[in-house]
């Protein structure tokens, strides 16, 4: 509600703005869940109890919002996107009291982790897409949680929670990684008429979840074709903290004869 989502509001845009059951004592696992069946946390006594830990009930929680914002909640990548989103509010929650802030549940881990840092996940880890998809909507997730965290830094807190979760709202179902990141683009037109776009397309790119534009169209210096060893000089906007893959295509109405060869500095 301090974000500005609120069923008092004219629209009213609250987001779960109703009492969530939690069971502190659900089973003897090491394992909690939000559960859309009954609309309720249920937290683990497995290892250190997860209700202990405040990560992982802002975690659970997260999953509650999510699904009351798009009930058609899953598929695709979109599981990633959650656990992403949900380690990132935890973290958002906690950046201020906490000792190591992208650290998510020093508590719970410390039953499983051998030795410090006690983290279940980051959200500062510089996984990449698609290269480093594991195929683990936990670990996946850290490519968006990552997304999130850098535009904390950039924006602050409140800022970043609100493109977060306004984001939400704009995923298609079934939605990839890709899509969250034109959620965000899309989450900060309507919250901020577009003036966080470029610290986003940063972030997405950072992750490779955008592509860095081309130029529009390639000038052959002194004649309209290409000939044998010829050179042709291309620019992009210089990005040097951002991991930018260079892509050259040809139109399918040219002729090659011979190898064509790139050699990008």
């Known amino acids: 509600q301090s974000l500005g989502y609120s069923d ?8 779960r703005e109703r009492t969530i059951p939690a069971n502190a004592h659900w089973f003897a696992q090491d394992q909690s869940f939000f559960s859309a069946s ?7 006594d497995g290892g250190v109890a997860d209700a202990q830990d405040p990560d992982i009930i802002v ?3 997260a999953h509650a919002l999510q699904q009351d914002q798009l009930p058609y909640w899953g598929g ?7 656990e992403g989103f949900s ?4 973290a958002s929650r906690f950046a201020e009291e906490s000792i190591d802030p992208a650290c998510i549940a020093e508590r719970d881990s410390r039953a499983y982790v051998e030795h410090a840092p006690y983290c279940l996940r980051r959200v500062d880890r510089s996984r990449l897409y698609p290269v480093d998809l594991a195929g683990d909507a936990h670990q996946d997730g850290e490519i968006w949680s990552r997304v999130l965290w850098d535009l904390r830094g ?6 970043a929670d609100r493109l977060a979760l306004e984001s939400n709202f704009y995923l298609p179902p079934a939605a990839s990684l890709a899509d969250a990141g034109q959620a965000l683009l899309d989450a900060d037109v309507v919250l901020n008429d577009g003036a966080h776009s470029d610290e986003i397309r940063a972030a997405l790119m950072r992750r490779g979840l955008l592509s860095l534009a081309a130029p529009a169209a390639l000038a ?3 004649s309209p074709a290409l000939t044998p060893a010829s050179t042709v000089g291309v620019s992009w906007q210089g990005s040097d903290d951002l991991l930018v893959g260079y892509e050259v295509q040809v ?9 064509l060869t790139y050699d990008f500095n």
Request: glycine fraction near 20%.
């Open 8 to 15: 008092a509001n004219t629209p009213a845009n609250g987001i």
């Open 59 to 61: 975690h659970e929680y």
């Open 251 to 259: 139109s399918l109405d040219s002729t090659l004869a011979g190898p």
């Open 38 to 44: 009954d609309g309720a946390l249920h937290f683990g």
């Open 154 to 159: 950039e924006l602050g807190g409140p800022a």
């Open 76 to 82: 695709g990548e979109m599981n990633a996107i959650g």
């Open 87 to 90: 380690d990132y509010l935890a």
């Open 220 to 222: 052959v210096s002194g």
